[in-house]
């Protein structure tokens, strides 16, 4: 693959990604969020119709001087949290002290280090400086009101309230190199934190069937909450669960389960190295595109990373280790035949993008409208050894693609089925711990521990494709399960709004749970 796509041990920001750790995630991974760029996505302000009418340069005031005045620790009195001193948390220490001196940088020279290389190429100096003292003067006098719980040593999400009083979400991530630099910077407002809690479950169907509404006959939305009883799953509220939508990165659980039962045949371990190889790079997010072709991974990172940051390039090498048709046939364990064909051949995230956005109209129409071997046979197409040019390039779509026709697709119960699999996989395997481990790395959203202290998840978006999925021990110590997806094939979904109604309806269905006579450890 060329240079500038991989970028030769750097990793790019992840954008949407990164936003859905804090309500869940991209393209192929973490969600709305999605090339190198300072993401800044203020609904109603004239930040986002300039986006809409050309990208975030057009937002900036033009001709902003650049000062060279160096930020001074500002505590606000109003502040409700200290940041913690982990790599991320002091960069976004960094990042709050610039706000709060109008969003002046001292030295442009020093940004060379805190931001990484491949950010500063989408995001040059002076256009960072601009955007953030745009940025200080929309958010105002602000206060920290909280660092929420999906925060990691590597990535923080911090709660910010405005000087308009709503709320406002600081994500940051960095990465695991000497000089910490920045690798994800998004601010958006907070939506899923004014989402109005729910008291039943007719308030979610009501507020989803308004929100398909708000689409001319486009749009459509499903959901399931389940208890997994020792064998299948027993529906306790739905909507729509029975119908297929695309799903996103949810599918990398079938990865998953696939690899795990690899693992328990004893025909792999954990430990197993994977070389990275040249055409097995996809696109962003992900620590391994940073990896030179020939530097090794092992299968438990690449699985880790795969699921708690939606890595696409250990996902695609994960594929190839594993056997893309032993991931075929685990899926066949879990759905019925007519969705099981509908995700074969199984798609690697780099075809996937391949697929939608780079081939001839005849190779495309093949894929779309053909039989399983006409698509495999597509699959061998010269074309989709395409070579990405560069990250910006191939950086994902602004608008829905081909959302029913290229990608992966479940209903609700097809997931609660999946995830059941991989709960009765990780109940009878040794290596039951770094199973659940992996699913529970990255919660989604915040949670009630004191109903939920285990939750599994893994979540998909794309433009027009939104899933949520968890796996949940309630305190009462049964295993249940929820999934929320909404799809259009015309406009772009708000992911902060749909993080918080799957918040919600995770609050109430923690509420409803029956008290234990005893907590659960």
Not at 313 to 331: K, N, P, Q, S, Y
Not at 409 to 415: F, H, R, V
Not at 474 to 496: C, H, I, K, P, Q
Request: glycine share 8%; hydrophobic share 40%.
């Amino acid at each position: 693959m060329n240079e500038g796509w991989r970028g030769r041990g750097r990793e790019p920001a992840q954008g949407v990604g990164a936003a859905l750790r804090a309500g869940e995630g991209a393209l192929l991974g973490r969600v709305a969020r999605w090339a190198l760029l300072l993401c800044i996505v203020l609904v109603g302000s004239s930040c986002r119709r300039g986006a809409e009418e050309g990208g975030a340069r057009s937002a900036v005031p033009q001709g902003l001087p650049v000062e060279r005045v160096q930020p001074e620790p500002t505590p606000d009195p109003g502040d409700h949290v200290v940041l913690p001193e982990t790599p991320a948390g002091e960069r976004a220490q960094w990042y709050v002290d610039v706000l709060r001196n109008e969003g002046r940088i001292e030295n442009l020279d020093a940004l060379q280090e805190l931001l990484h290389a491949s950010f500063l190429e989408q995001v040059p100096e002076r256009q960072f400086v601009a955007l953030t003292r745009y940025l200080a003067s929309l958010l105002g006098h602000f206060s920290l009101e909280a660092v929420e719980g999906t925060s990691t040593p590597w990535q923080i999400s911090v709660v910010l309230r405005g000087g308009d009083e709503r709320p406002y979400r600081l994500i940051i991530g960095v990465l695991d190199l000497p000089e910490r630099p920045i690798q994800t910077l998004l601010i958006q407002v907070a939506e899923d934190l004014e989402v109005a809690p729910l008291s039943t479950w007719d308030d979610l169907d009501a507020a989803l069937v308004a929100w398909v509404q708000e689409a001319e006959s486009t749009r459509a939305a499903s959901y399931l909450a389940a208890r997994m009883d020792a064998s299948a799953c027993v529906p306790l509220h739905a909507h729509r669960a029975g119908y297929y939508a695309p799903i996103g990165s949810t599918f990398k659980v079938w990865v998953l389960g696939a690899v795990a039962q690899r693992v328990e045949e004893g025909r792999a371990s954990w430990e197993d190295p994977i070389v990275m190889e040249e055409h097995l790079y996809s696109i962003p997010p992900g620590r391994h595109l940073t990896l030179e072709p020939g530097q090794s991974t092992t299968w438990e990172s690449a699985a880790e990373e795969m699921i708690r940051d939606s890595d696409n390039t250990a996902t695609d090498h994960l594929m190839h280790a594993v056997g893309v048709g032993r991931v075929e046939a685990w899926i066949a364990q879990v759905m019925e035949e007519e969705g099981a064909a509908r995700n074969r051949p199984l798609l690697t995230t780099r075809q996937m993008t391949v697929l939608k956005k780079y081939p001839s109209d005849e190779l495309r129409l093949r894929w779309m409208g053909g039989s399983e071997d006409l698509r495999r046979a597509a699959l061998e197409s010269p074309e989709l050894g395409w070579d990405v040019a560069s990250a910006r390039d191939a950086a994902m779509w602004q608008y829905p693609a081909h959302i029913w026709e290229i990608g992966w697709y479940a209903s609700n119960e097809d997931l609660c089925r999946s995830f059941l699999r991989l709960r009765d996989q990780a109940q009878s395997s040794e290596h039951r711990e770094r199973l659940l481990g992996i699913l529970a790395a990255n919660p989604g959203v915040e949670l009630d521990r004191r109903a939920w202290p285990y939750a599994g998840f893994k979540g998909g978006s794309e433009p027009g494709v939104l899933n949520l999925s968890w796996m949940l021990l309630g305190r009462d110590g049964d295993w249940y399960f929820f999934s929320l997806s909404v799809n259009d094939t015309a406009e772009v979904l708000s992911n902060a709004r749909f993080a918080g109604l799957a918040r919600a309806a995770l609050q109430l269905f923690g509420q409803a749970l029956p008290e234990a006579e005893e907590p659960y450890p």
